[in-house]
T-cell receptor, first 113, second 116 residues
Framework: NAGVTQTPKFQVLKTGQSMTLQCAQD?????MSWYRQDPGMGLRLIHY???????DQGEVPNGYNVSRSTTEDFPLRLLSAAPSQTSVYFC????????????FGPGTRLLVL | AQKITQTQPGMFVQEKEAVTLDCTYD???????LFWYKQPSSGEMIFLIY??????QNATEGRYSLNFQKARKSANLVISASQLGDSAMYFC?????????????FGKGTRLSVIA
């Protein structure tokens, strides 16, 4: 039981390049989300999904695309990387019910030059 | 809209002492959950403790306890007998489980430094 996995762990991009951050979970959670974490800004929600085929925007969606074709996978695509997208990216899943709990992946550190 | 406020950017505590990290929240929904997460320097987000809005007692998990004051809308984390390994960022978060599958809302965090 791996929980939430993210690849790669670290990536360097040049401005204008595109890439996909991968996120996979084996906990069969319907809800998945992507956050970025910047110094002094806490965690900011980029996109989230409440189930396969359903996605929605969070607080900072510009410059990012997502899709959810399966329950297990929720990739985040950077269409044309910019230095402002240098950040640490976390994928997370959330259980359902009253005592819902969110579980995070280990994070991807992205540097855009 | 719901909001989480953590007013302490940084805190210092002597090893073996207790420390309280502040968290206030704002929501008009009567049903909510409150969480604390720890983020050590290695970067991972670790779930620590949960408090439901209808829970009668304050949540406790080992050395962590949550001082839940509903009328004041506060959910402070108390760490007893601090250890050097407690040095980390701590985030307070809130969920609204009966308002559809909405995202958790996070505070900006408090950096705790434990001094030997």
């Amino acid at each position: 039981n791996a929980g939430v996995t993210q690849t790669p762990k670290f990536q360097v991009l040049k401005t204008g390049q595109s890439m996909t951050l991968q996120c996979a979970q084996d906990m069969n959670h319907e809800y998945m989300s992507w956050y970025r974490q910047d110094p002094g800004m806490g965690l900011r929600l980029i996109h989230y999904s409440v189930g396969a085929g359903i996605t929605d925007q969070g607080e900072v969606p510009n410059g990012y695309n997502v899709s959810r074709s399966t329950t297990e996978d929720f990739p985040l695509r950077l269409l044309s990387a910019a230095p402002s997208q240098t950040s640490v990216y976390f994928c997370a899943t959330k259980t359902g019910g009253l005592r819902e709990t969110q579980y995070f992946g280990p994070g991807t550190r992205l540097l855009v030059l | 809209a719901q909001k989480i406020t953590q007013t302490q950017p940084g805190m210092f505590v002597q090893e073996k002492e207790a420390v309280t990290l502040d968290c206030t929240y704002d929501t008009s929904d009567p049903s909510y959950g409150l969480f604390w997460y720890k983020q050590p320097s290695s970067g991972e987000m670790i779930f620590l403790i949960y408090q439901g809005s209808y829970d009668q007692q304050n949540a406790t998990e080992g050395r962590y306890s949550l001082n839940f004051q509903k009328a004041r809308k506060s959910a402070n984390l108390v760490i007893s007998a601090s250890q050097l390994g407690d040095s980390a960022m701590y985030f307070c978060a809130m969920s609204l489980p009966y308002s559809g599958n909405t995202p958790l809302v996070f505070g900006k965090g408090t950096r705790l430094s434990v001094i030997a």
